[in-house]
């Protein structure tokens, strides 16, 4: 990490934030210690958009298999740690989790799913996707959907533009949600 984590924030806000975080994922991200102690309003926008997330028309295990796809072209270990602590929290399960990195020829995979993964990974790794994974991805998806995988590859990649450049590291979130379910 590239900045000390402050343990007691001054912010009722992150005072509060800490507590959430304690009592969700039975640990104080250095998110929450690094990045949000220092401008807590900026805690309360990840709030909204992680908020606005939860509304979407797409699967909830769709989400978080996107996010960590993104987070696993970025380099960012502990956004993939962090999603995977959230698919154990709701218990959509880990099978797919521990398979993404062969999503393309895994059974596990629909080709739906398949066509929303490959767009993620093109996407974030050329910041632009060929007609033929667009292509691949309206076959399955409505235009509404489309637009979803979009922002949600556009949001993991928000988040781990947090992380990488500040060093945050895979904390053992989903370990911690392991033994907690």
């Known amino acids: 990490?590239?900045?000390?984590?402050?343990?007691?924030?001054?912010?009722?806000v992150m005072r509060i934030g800490y507590w959430m975080a304690r009592r969700q994922l039975g640990a104080v991200p250095a998110a929450f210690k690094v990045f949000y102690a220092r401008?807590?309003?900026?805690?309360?926008?990840?709030?909204?958009?992680?908020?606005t997330?939860?509304?979407?028309?797409?699967?909830?295990?769709?989400?978080?298999?996107?996010?960590v796809q993104t987070s696993r072209v970025n380099g960012c270990g502990f956004c993939a740690d962090l999603?995977?602590?959230?698919?154990?929290?709701?218990?959509?399960?880990?099978?797919?989790?521990?398979?993404?990195?062969?999503?393309?020829?895994?059974?596990?995979?629909?080709?739906?799913?398949?066509?929303?993964?490959?767009?993620?990974?093109e996407a974030t790794r050329?910041?632009?996707?060929?007609?033929?994974?667009?292509?691949?991805?309206?076959k399955h998806f409505s235009d509404e959907e489309i637009v979803e995988i979009v922002w949600v590859n556009a949001i993991g990649n928000y988040f781990n533009l947090i992380a990488v450049p500040l060093g945050f590291e895979s904390e053992g979130l989903a370990e911690l949600a392991r033994r907690a379910a």
């Open 1 to 12: 990490m590239r900045m000390e984590p402050i343990e007691r924030p001054r912010s009722l």
């Open 39 to 51: 401008k807590p309003k900026l805690a309360l926008l990840a709030q909204r958009i992680l908020r």
């Open 53 to 67: 997330q939860e509304r979407l028309s797409l699967d909830r295990g769709l989400v978080h298999l996107l996010m």
């Open 83 to 121: 999603h995977l602590a959230q698919l154990v929290r709701e218990k959509l399960g880990t099978d797919k989790f521990e398979a993404l990195a062969d999503y393309r020829s895994s059974s596990a995979f629909s080709e739906r799913e398949r066509s929303a993964l490959a767009f993620s990974e």
């Open 126 to 138: 050329d910041r632009e996707v060929s007609d033929a994974t667009y292509a691949e991805l309206a």
